[in-house]
Every structure is written in structure tokens, then in C-alpha cells.
């Protein structure tokens, strides 16, 4: 069964704290993408990686960087957080190489910067 | 740019009734993709139907089917024999030409009453 999962369902930081969220597949996966969800916008991409090591940034990528040292492996950082940043963030993950090429998500992590 | 439109916020449909999610989109790539998802209340997003732009016939996934109307940039999620389990959010998707991303409409909370 194909699998992604977040290390963290819930999350409470404070303002200005670094937080570390992280994503790790089972399935041997080339992509790799975090999304934040908020009531009434939907999901929207903050980045993404199609290789290990190689990035790009998605519609949102102001305030939040990402790391991916390995193939299964993608965290994302926010450098210092905001209360502006509390939202649910899911991470999901593609082959690249189906005719659909459907993401798998992770169950979420909720995050609430006080 | 390319764009999702989810105009139905919620939605309500009794139980053993067929529902229909409205999904339009607008893009000037003559090959693009497009996805439902499922939101249960637990966070998770399940796929649940791709469309691709130069399939011929409607894809259709057990009760679900997607009414694709490309001239009109239509693709809309046809629900038959509603159940309770069918209470979620659903968004549709769109994948943009020669990439794996994402696009996300606001999605529509449908509620399946007895």
C-alpha cells in the first residue's frame, strides 16, 4: 500500500521559531510537493522537487524554504514563524512517469503559530 | 494563467441520489489533466477520477463519473447513489502541461443527508 506520511498531525509553535515539518514516501517517488490548505483558497503549491537536491518554488514560497537530502525525504522549514503561516500544510508525492500522474498525500499537519 | 473554478461552496443531496460538483477551468494547453479529490473531516486527500484532455470518453471510476465538456472547459463530478461516507469536501484539480503541479479550485463541501 502506497503510503506518505507527515511527522506531525498537530503543531503548536510560537512566533519567530523554526519549525520543521517533514515528509517521507514509501514509494520510490521522483516528486515531491508541500501544499498549504486555508478555508475558502483551496490548496495552494509552496514548492516542490523533482530530484533529490533540486527544488522549485510554487505560487507561495515567501517565508518557507524546503530541503530534500534524499529520494523519500521532504522537509519544510519555516525560518520564523508567523501567525500568518497557521494553516493545515500537506505534503504528497508522484511517480512522474503514470499517464495521470496522481499525487499521494500525507495526512496533513496542522499548525498553529501563536 | 491557468485557473480552477469550484462555484458551489456547499452542497446537500439525500441519501441513494445522484449529485453533481460543478468544475470549470480555464487554459490556453491543448494537453492538460484533471483531477477530483475527496476530503474527509480526517484531513486526507483521496483521489478519485482523472480526465485527461484528449481521452475520448468520460472517465468513470465505480460511482463516480466526470462529465467532461471541453468546449465548454467543463468537468464536472457526477456522484450516483450518494452514501453517508460521501460527506467530504471534493476538489478539482488541473495539471499543468509538461509538469506534475497542481492546480486546486476552493472546493465544495457536500453533505449527504438520510
Known amino acids: 500500500d502506497v503510503k506518505v506520511t507527515q511527522s506531525s498531525r498537530y503543531l503548536v509553535k510560537r512566533t519567530g521559531e523554526k519549525v520543521f515539518l517533514e515528509c517521507v514516501q514509501d514509494m520510490d517517488h521522483e516528486n515531491m510537493f508541500w501544499y498549504r490548505q486555508d478555508p475558502g483558497l483551496g490548496l495552494r503549491l509552496i514548492y516542490f522537487s523533482y530530484d533529490v537536491k533540486m527544488k522549485e518554488k510554487g505560487d507561495i514560497p515567501e517565508g518557507y524554504s524546503v530541503s530534500r537530502e534524499k529520494k523519500e525525504r521532504f522537509s519544510l522549514i519555516l525560518e520564523s514563524a508567523s501567525t500568518n503561516q497557521t494553516s493545515m500544510y500537506l505534503c504528497?508525492?508522484?511517480?512522474?512517469?503514470?499517464?495521470?500522474?496522481?499525487?499521494?498525500f500525507g495526512p496533513g499537519t496542522r499548525l498553529t503559530v501563536l | 494563467a491557468q485557473k480552477i473554478t469550484q462555484t458551489q461552496p456547499g452542497m446537500f443531496v439525500q441519501e441513494k441520489e445522484a449529485v453533481t460538483l460543478d468544475c470549470t477551468y480555464d487554459?490556453?494547453?491543448?494537453?492538460?489533466?484533471l483531477f477530483w479529490y475527496k476530503q474527509p473531516s480526517s484531513g486526507e486527500m483521496i483521489f478519485l477520477i482523472y480526465q485527461g484532455s484528449y481521452d475520448q470518453q468520460n472517465a468513470t471510476e465505480g460511482r463516480y463519473s466526470l462529465n467532461f465538456q471541453k468546449a465548454r472547459k467543463s468537468a464536472n463530478l457526477v456522484i450516483s447513489a450518494s452514501q453517508l461516507g460521501d460527506s467530504a469536501m471534493y476538489f478539482c484539480a488541473m495539471r499543468e502541461r509538461n509538469t506534475d503541479k497542481l492546480i486546486f479550485g476552493t472546493g465544495t463541501r457536500l453533505q449527504v443527508f438520510p
Open positions: 504528497a508525492s508522484s511517480s512522474g512517469t503514470t499517464t495521470n500522474n496522481e499525487q499521494f
Open positions: 487554459t490556453s494547453d491543448p494537453s492538460y489533466g
